[in-house]
């Protein structure tokens, strides 16, 4: 038996045309937000079915986290904290850094993020990338620099481990959050290494870009389940709700209306996942 419900469309989101859809997670409303890393523009959907733009034409957008003071911080050419107001407050910059790409937090407040030293989409020759977390102070460190295309970030329910995909690579690595040489946690069963989350039983769940589905991976990193998508490539997946059981997906395309491009997901697992915790930097 599936850990999974079948994954159903979001319809509001399915009629409107997008490209490579990125980073959704549930908000303590019950909207869901979520990006278009191609066209451009951070999303929200209201329970109801209500669309709104949020952040309008940037890019690059391939992870979103609650912020403590309200707002979203989400990835990019930079990091920001996008306030519930729409101002915006850079987190992370720095020259001659293309881009972050998918974000996490710890209980303490701090963000975890991907950062990206060359542009995997421009031919330019590969270089690893880091992954990085800020504290709340504004101190960053370098939890691991060996990560070619650094890609989804999660956190074991202990707090002590980071996993994190490497698309160039198609495997998960997992690192000490407080610091050491990463390990190799598993290879990609199928496709890539796209978007993860953590479930409360320290399962691993790896969205497989071109694989066009999920994986679910024990705490030992071996294969529990394989899941089919309705899509080609799936980019990433999350857990939120009041008890963290309702499963977000995000894809580049589908077959249930192809004309449409990507497409959130939503399911339940029998399983929840672990919590997002407000960034607090």
């Known amino acids: 038996m599936s850990a999974l419900s079948a994954p159903e469309p979001v319809e509001a989101v399915l009629r409107r045309p997008h490209s490579l859809l990125e980073g959704p997670r549930i908000a303590p409303g019950g909207e869901l937000v ?24 940037r890019r690059g957008i391939g992870g979103i986290v609650p912020h403590a003071d309200g707002g979203w911080v989400l990835s990019g050419r930079t990091v920001l904290h996008l306030q519930p107001d729409g101002a915006q407050r850079e987190l992370l910059s720095e020259p001659g850094v293309p881009g972050y790409n998918d974000l996490f937090s710890t209980p303490a407040g701090e963000l975890l993020a991907g950062e990206l030293r060359y542009r995997p989409m421009s031919d330019e020759e590969p270089r690893d ?17 060996g990560v070619r295309w650094p890609n989804g970030i999660g956190l074991s329910p202990n707090g002590k481990t980071v996993y994190v995909s490497d698309y160039a690579r198609r495997e998960v690595l997992a690192c000490p959050l407080a610091g050491g040489r990463a390990r190799r946690f598993a290879p990609s069963p199928r496709g890539s290494a796209d ?15 071109e694989g066009g589905g999920v994986a679910r991976l024990d705490p030992a990193g071996e294969l529990l389940e394989l899941i089919d998508m309705p899509a080609s490539f799936v980019s990433s997946i999350s857990f939120g709700g009041a008890d963290m059981r309702d499963v977000l997906l995000s894809t580049a395309d589908n077959t249930v209306d192809p004309d449409r491009g990507g497409m959130v997901l939503r399911a339940r697992s029998a399983v929840a996942g672990a919590p997002v915790s407000p960034v607090t930097a």
């Open 34 to 57: 979520y990006s278009d890393v191609i066209a451009g523009g951070m999303f929200s959907c209201s329970p109801e079915g209500v669309i709104e733009e949020l952040l309008p034409r």
């Open 195 to 209: 978007g993860l989350a953590v479930d409360v039983e320290g399962c691993v769940w790896l969205a497989l870009g």
């Open 129 to 145: 990338g880091r992954l990085l977390a800020l504290a709340p102070d504004g101190e960053v460190r370098v939890l691991w620099d």
